[in-house]
């Protein structure tokens, strides 16, 4: 009897640890599936942030970014530095997802047994700056409306998988030796 109970005892922690793998897979999902709708976004913000700080750099200093930042160095002046770093901090978070971004795409270009099929989906839906219905993909994929959508779904999945199962947990592990160097 206690082997049987054992049994259905571990069988329902077996169905929750599922349970939480589907649930984190999801979330990944999602998250990276948001991530493929800002990127354009981000991307205009990157761009036009610059340019604003730029602008009102020149407005207020009468200088361009560079040489404001020469002259705080030179002279040790400190107008309004806490909000330009604060910005050029945003701007720099911006690119690093970015790049990330970009290095997923490049990974899932490469990735076997789709020949490239995944990276065109995601690049056509999300990241080229030319927009592209869905019979534009459809027709480029030369397959039905129903294949494209599952395909869909399994090209974030995997860009999923490649973002948060590889190289998010190998930056963390960077961050985290970079910290170890600095103790």
Known sequence: MDLF???INSSKQKQLQIGKSNQVVAKHY???KLLLKLYNKVL?????N???IEDECIYSTGKKVDELVNHLLDKEMFVS???L???????KDSREIIKLIDKALIMLKSYPDNEERYYWIIFKS???TEKYTENDIIDFLCCSRATYFREKKKAI????TILWGYLIPGLSNEINNIDLIHS
């Open 81 to 83: 530095e806490a909000r």
């Open 126 to 128: 999300y990241i080229s």
């Open 5 to 7: 109970l054992n049994e």
């Open 44 to 48: 205009w913000r990157i761009n036009n």
């Open 30 to 32: 999602h998250n990276t």
């Open 50 to 52: 610059f340019k604003v």
């Open 157 to 160: 999945a995997t860009l999923s």
């Open 85 to 91: 770093e604060s910005r050029l901090q945003s701007i």
